[in-house]
């Protein structure tokens, strides 16, 4: 009898082993095992892509220096004798203007100075402003440039302040500048006259009207298409050679953008690059028009050499 009870009981003890082991297999142990397996991958996979990353990060770095070696070479002197002035849009990054800047003086331009735009020149909700602006503006203008929208009277008005001299240009200069509603940032224009023009634009998109609270800089307006497309409009009147600097990663991107409207402003995207200052530079020795990158709409990857 004891012996029978012995082998009921270690019958049942068996039993509840094996069911204890099914519910631990598929159970926690099952994800402990798991676990371990899935860090083994992840760490493997980790691995892998770091050693990818350092690849990719070493060709980039070979590429840069071939670029600024190359930049070395086909730059010196091919902007002597020019003075090249800056105009930097809201948000538009002060470093890379800083760059560009760099790369003209090595290929030989004098840089008069950096033209700081306000948010009142592209914000939508100063659209009646600058209407009611452009009407007086407009009568210290050449006179062939004292028609048309108020964004393209306005756009005139800075490229005159900028290019020119004389009584009425100074007057345009007060008036851009004015400390009530500033048009441009008063102590940021450049005081000797350019020959060639560098608009400078952000390196991400502005946010659409109304929107601005969602943008990823938080504090950077929505900006009017048509006050952007007239300053290019503006610029590409400039027969002496003027070129737009920016992103066109996105549709919404400025360079982008522009290149969507058709404008005949030359564009150079990879902002802030070694390659998007060589083209810059270049486009403004050679006069150059097109749309030079990588970017969206970029029909040259390299503006010419001549």
Known sequence: MVNLRY??????????ALALGVVLGAGPLQRQINAASEGTNLAEKSSQLESQLATVQAEADQYATFVTDTAEQVLPGSLADRKVALILLPGANAEVAESVQATL?????????????TDNWVSPGQREYRDTLANPVSSHLAASNQSGAADSIL?????EALTGTGAEVDLLREILTDVDTPLVVAN??????????????????????GQEEDSQSGSQPAASEQALTALAGALADRTEGAVAYGAAVTDDDVIALLRGQGTSLATVDQIGTPMGNLNVALVLANQSRGAFGQGIGATTAVAPLK
């Open 188 to 209: 940021s224009m450049p005081e000797a006259p350019a020959d060639q023009l560098v608009l400078i634009t952000p390196s991400t998109p502005y946010p659409k009207a």
């Open 7 to 16: 082998h009921i009981v270690s019958l049942v003890a068996v039993f509840l």
């Open 105 to 117: 003086r090595e290929a030989g331009a004098t840089v008069t100075g950096a033209a700081q735009l």
């Open 155 to 159: 756009a005139q008005a800075l490229v």
